[in-house]
Each structure stands twice: as C-alpha cells, then as structure tokens.
C-alpha cells in the first residue's frame, strides 16, 4: 500500500504533541486550541511585528476552524509590518486592530505570498474580515468567543514576563495599571488542579524557547485578588474571513494606494 503524503495537519499534530507535553496541561484546560490542529505553530518576531503576527494569527485561525482545509491557511505579518504605517520604520508600535482595519480595508497576502521581507509582486489571492472588540471584563462572555475561536489580546511586557519558564503568570496589581504593550494570541483557559487558580493559555511569538515552548499559563481575574485589573486587555477577534482570487492579470503595488 502507497504510503500516506503527510500534510500541514500532519506536521502541525506533530507540533501541538510537543507543544502539549512541554507545557503539562494534562486535563486541566477547559478549552485548548492547539490540540485540534488547527493553530499554526508559534512565530518568532524578531524584536517587532508581535500585533502583526496576533492579528494574522486569530484571522487564519478563524479561517481554519471555519474551512478544516488539508494545507493550513497562514497569512503574511510582513504585509502589514510594510503596510499599514508605510512611513515608519519597519519596527514601530500598533495595534491587533489596526491590523485588521488594514485587512477590512485591502486584504492580507497568505505568508507563501508575502514572506518576511518580501518584495513588490503578482498578487494572487488575499483575504478580507470583519472583525469585533470585546473589552469585557467579564470572563464568562470572553470564554463563550473563545470556545468558538482565538482571539487577540493585549498584556503589559514586564521583565517577569520575559523571563516566564512555566507555571501561572501573575504581577502586582499596580503593574497593570501601565497601557498594556504586547500583543499574544488568546488560545485556550483552564483551572489547575491543585491551587483551582483560572488561568488563559497565550501563544506568544518569541519562538519557541520563551516560556513553555511558546505558550503561557495567565491567571484570570476571577483569580486574581478583588478589585485587580485583568491582565490580558483590549481583545478582539475577527468575526468572519472571506478569500477572494485577484484576476491573474491584475497587477497592483505592494503597498497599497491610500
């Protein structure tokens, strides 16, 4: 019998099984993400582009849950890290939204298109969405849009944070009083069996030597002490994403005209 080609799916259930033992979930999460194959693997930023990556990467995600496609989708950060401020330096401050007004706007190249430091070329296909806010400090509404789907998120970058190896991510109250300035992908929520602390699962894009093989544990508010501020803030999510096919003959600039 000819031997089964491997896929996307494939190479991505290989990934999420050594994300899964790096990380020791065991039965703790009430919703995980990444076990279904359906979350492309962890991205290195490379000092910059975190929103970009999180507001492509709750968008493909989105697609992929919706389509169950064979080739995982993936779309391209590097567009807009080059797009959506196209006077800035290729390193600047933005947000998860901003991104996806972009896309509303004029589409996202797929990552094959549009690889990081990719040139002025032939488009072939792009993909526009709609997308929602949701600042609700309320758990219960962001775990009924998480059971459907990932979503962007926003944290404050402490020094505690960039040393984070494994266990519950929590910080001093006053910490969160500062703007959040970090863009991780929401992914998935559980309660550790032996302390019953709520905790959200991030994926994060520092590549996959950060913390437990590029996930985090963040304790959620109703664990966190009363009054506390939440420490994950400003999420969003994409509510549907259509593709659409550029003619062939259609040739427009890399950037596009604003």
């Keep these: 019998m000819e031997a089964r080609k491997k896929t996307s799916k494939d190479k991505g259930k290989k990934l999420i099984s050594q994300a899964s033992q790096a990380i020791s979930f065991d039965n703790m999460l009430t919703i995980n993400w990444m076990e279904k194959g359906l979350l492309n693997e962890v991205r290195d930023q490379c000092r910059c582009r975190c929103w970009a990556i999180v507001s492509c990467a709750a968008t493909e995600s989105l697609y992929n849950i919706n389509n169950q496609p064979t080739q995982l989708f993936q779309l391209a950060p590097q567009e807009l890290v080059n797009c959506v401020k196209k006077d800035y330096e290729a390193c600047y401050t933005c947000s998860i939204n901003e991104g996806f007004r972009y896309a509303i706007q004029y589409g996202i190249r797929c990552e094959i298109d549009c690889p990081f430091l990719a040139q002025k070329h032939l488009v072939s296909i792009k993909t526009r969405i709609r997308f929602k806010n949701t600042d609700k400090e309320d758990e219960d509404g962001i775990i009924e849009v ?20 494994k ?28 302390t019953g602390k709520n ?39 994409p509510e549907d994403v259509d593709q659409f096919v550029c003619s062939k003959e259609q040739i427009i600039e890399y950037c596009p005209t604003r």
């Design 146 to 165: 998480l059971k459907k789907h990932p979503l962007g998120a926003a944290i404050f970058l402490t020094e505690k944070l960039k040393k984070y190896k």
């Design 167 to 194: 266990g519950i991510y929590e910080e001093p109250n006053e910490i969160f009083t500062k703007d959040a300035n970090h863009s991780v992908l929401l992914m998935g929520c559980g309660t550790d069996k032996e």
């Design 199 to 237: 905790f959200w699962v991030i994926q994060n894009s520092w590549g996959t030597s950060w913390g437990m093989n590029g996930y985090a544990k963040v304790m959620r508010s109703s664990s966190l002490p009363t009054g506390s501020q939440p420490i994950l803030s400003r999420l969003s999510y």
